[in-house]
């Protein structure tokens, strides 16, 4: 997958407020989301076992800050869950 096609394809996945996915990726294509995406957090969860060399990655796009939990922060982060439920079940329509 060359930079432009791979660039389409995160763009694809992250859209409409979604910063949370499971994609199967290349050593490199991580290098290159990682380079795009500094804060981002990328967790494989799987070993590399494909003629394409890549694994399953968890990634987040935008990490929730750990800090201690107040009423307002939770307040938030539900607000923002609601969103991307609206926003999925949006696009499954």
Known sequence: MSKSEFDQFLSDSFKEGISFRELRLSEKEVSHLKSHYPSAIIRRTSDVNDAF???????????????????DSIRQENIRLKRELETLKKMKN
């Open 53 to 71: 060399k890549k694994s399953w990655y968890e990634v987040h796009l935008s990490p929730i800050q750990r800090k201690p939990e107040s009423l």
